[in-house]
């Protein structure tokens, strides 16, 4: 059992940054797969990131078309948190944004997900 809960979420404007936060529990955060996923009001989930363990301390990132270049995906295994830094925020980033685990690599499909968080609203104004 693996228990997230993310954090961080909030109004900003166009052109903000805002970094998310994910901490987890009841596994050990370096030897999961993790990931982020939003949802859009009357949109299917749709996959932003990941972070899949390859060995040791070594991950693989992974960034949807629409983030790439603007978000970032990072883990502080000492604090068992994983993060979304979200740069140059665009409109279309209103969402609620969701942690993701898993005990395979995570790719972009929803379904691979073992355990969400509970998820965080972000709402970007122009």
């Known amino acids: 059992q693996v228990d997230l809960v993310e954090s961080g979420g909030g109004l900003v404007q166009a052109g903000d940054s805002l970094t998310l936060s994910c901490t987890t529990s009841?596994?050990?955060?370096?030897?999961?797969?993790m990931g982020w996923f939003r949802q859009a009001p009357g949109k299917e989930r749709e996959f932003v990131s990941s972070s899949n363990r390859i060995g040791g301390n070594v991950y693989s990132t992974t960034y949807a078309d629409s983030v790439k270049g603007r978000f970032a995906i990072s883990r502080n295994n000492a604090k068992n948190t994983l993060y979304l830094e979200m740069n140059s925020l665009q409109l279309e980033a209103t969402a609620m944004y969701y942690c993701a685990a898993s005990s395979s690599p995570l790719g972009q499909a929803s379904h691979e997900v073992d355990y969400w968080g509970q998820g965080t609203q972000v709402t970007v104004s122009s």
């Open positions: 009841g596994r050990t955060l370096s030897r999961v797969h």
